[in-house]
């Protein structure tokens, strides 16, 4: 295999400097519409571009040269470094956030679906940046879909050289790249849209059902409140519950609907298993504050389902705050953190899949130990599973916990009391958003040292990539000819 074309890569990022220049341009009538200055939109468009321009000329020779497996994985990853660079201009230029970590935080935060924010005072902001910042995570959702519509066809690159970097247990719903991305799109335009209106039939204005849209569909949970979705009705809650988990679903599942074939649906083994413990975990919880606490019943039943709903879509909406629930409860969401929901959807931590196959993988070695003899065959979905991807699932599993404890070690390092180091690690990696200690949903990341929200902001990114795609460029077969 040969080794890395630089000009693939200048190209590549090219082009997605030049649609993070479009993105800002939608702002503008936000900021026209609220009589704020576009100023900074203009300028930080200006300049993307300008850069684009010019990354474009030096690798204009490379557009039509196919990229390997290698430029894929290193530009999925310089992607997602030059995006949060990039997105953080108009905080800067605005002087809403007037520091470049702070701003890289923020905007990493939101391209990573993250949800967490160093900002102290959320409504104080222009509703312009609001829009900007809620984008981050719409575009951050999309970005994998934007990548194979717009970037991938044009250099020869298949689905298959960028769908398994993002998860070893995507199932490939068509062969061409560009209609896996364009089905892809319809499904996430469909969830947006439904939002939308459904919100707007509430209490919200068109403005906030857009940025809490976007908040919700790309499991992000940037809200355009302090104190997040807390003093929305019931109504607008609910529907944000569903939406969380329609969005945790794989696409894959609702390209199967559309196509009316059930019997996929049926005998997708990781979409009951999300449906399961989704339900399991939302009982226990609401069970606990019910018997706990002094909440009515409806109450304590929208707020733990709530809570483990946005936990598990790794989301990060709050509405409630739930470091004043009962111990049992707020360990139930630690641990939900590690949780993700589906393969195949825009949630971050570990997913469904993999869990399911570590338990596959324990119940077939309780079932060995039993009966010696036997030979055990783990299938997913009534499809025998490779031994390959078999372990590729479970070293995932390994690697992760092994960079949250390390991530927490360090942030301990840094200064941060044990509580707060071990959930931001976990909510930082897992793209989930609020934590515990003095991370909480009532919290933000703002006092937390410049090196911390550094580390905080690569793991971010780490997660966002599933870690592998980000760790393969540092083993040597990957620089070997």
């Not at 997605?16 to 009589?35: D, E, G, K, M, W």
């Not at 939109?41 to 474009?56: C, D, R, V």
């Not at 609401?286 to 019943?297: C, F, Q, W």
Request: charged share 10%.
């Amino acid at each position: 295999m040969k080794l890395i074309n630089p000009l693939v890569i200048i190209f590549i990022l090219s082009t997605i400097l030049l649609i993070t220049a479009s993105s800002f341009l939608l702002c503008i009538p936000v900021a026209l519409i609220h009589n704020e200055p576009a100023g900074p939109f203009i300028l930080s468009a200006l300049i993307t571009a300008s850069l684009s321009i010019i990354l474009f000329g030096i690798s204009s020779k490379a557009s039509h040269e196919k990229a390997n497996i290698r430029e894929g994985a290193l530009s999925v990853s310089l992607a997602w470094l030059v995006l949060s660079a990039a997105g953080a201009l108009p905080y800067l230029i605005s002087g809403t956030i007037p520091s470049f970590i702070n701003a890289f935080f923020e905007t990493a935060s939101g391209f990573t679906t993250t949800g967490a924010t160093i900002l102290s005072d959320i409504e104080s902001l222009p509703y312009s940046v609001l829009f900007w910042r809620s984008l981050t995570h719409w575009i951050g959702g999309l970005g994998i879909i934007m990548f194979v519509i717009i970037i991938m066809p044009s250099l020869g690159m298949t689905a298959n050289q960028l769908l398994p970097l993002e998860s070893s247990l995507k199932e490939k719903i068509h062969p061409k790249t560009k209609s896996v991305a364009i089905r892809l799109l319809y499904v996430y335009l469909v969830l947006t849209i439904a939002q939308v209106l459904l919100l707007l039939a509430g209490e919200m204005d068109l403005f906030e059902s857009i940025c809490h849209t976007f908040g919700t569909v790309s499991t992000g949970g940037f809200s355009t409140k302090n104190t997040s979705i807390i003093n929305y009705s019931a109504y607008s809650q609910y529907i944000i519950i569903l939406f969380m988990f329609l969005s945790g679903v794989s696409f894959v599942i609702y390209y199967y609907i559309v196509k009316l074939s059930f019997i996929k649906v049926r005998h997708n083994d990781e979409l009951w298993f999300y449906l399961a413990v989704t339900f399991i975990f939302g009982v226990l919880v609401s069970g606990i504050l019910l018997a706990n606490t002094t909440k009515p019943a409806e109450l304590a039943f929208r707020e733990g389902f709530f809570q483990v709903v946005s936990f598990i879509t790794t989301t990060g909406f709050v509405s409630a705050d739930y470091l004043k629930w009962p111990a049992g409860s707020v360990a139930i969401l630690f641990f939900l953190l590690f949780a993700g929901a589906s393969t195949g959807s825009t949630t971050g931590s570990i997913k469904m899949a993999r869990h399911m196959l570590v338990m596959k993988n324990i119940r077939s070695s309780l079932a060995r130990l039993v009966h010696p003899g036997m030979v055990t065959q783990i299938k997913v979905s009534n499809k025998p599973l490779s031994e390959q991807t078999n372990l590729s699932a479970t070293s995932f599993l390994m690697i992760y916990i092994f960079i949250f404890l390390a991530g927490a070690v360090v942030l301990v390092i840094t200064g941060l009391d044990p509580l707060t180091a071990v959930s931001a690690s976990a909510t930082s990696l897992g793209n989930v958003g609020p934590g515990l200690g003095t991370i909480g949903p009532v919290f933000n990341f703002l006092h937390l040292p410049a090196v911390s929200k550094l580390i905080c902001s690569l793991l971010m990114i780490i997660g966002r990539l599933e870690i592998y795609t980000f760790f393969i460029l540092f083993t040597r077969s990957f620089w070997r000819i």
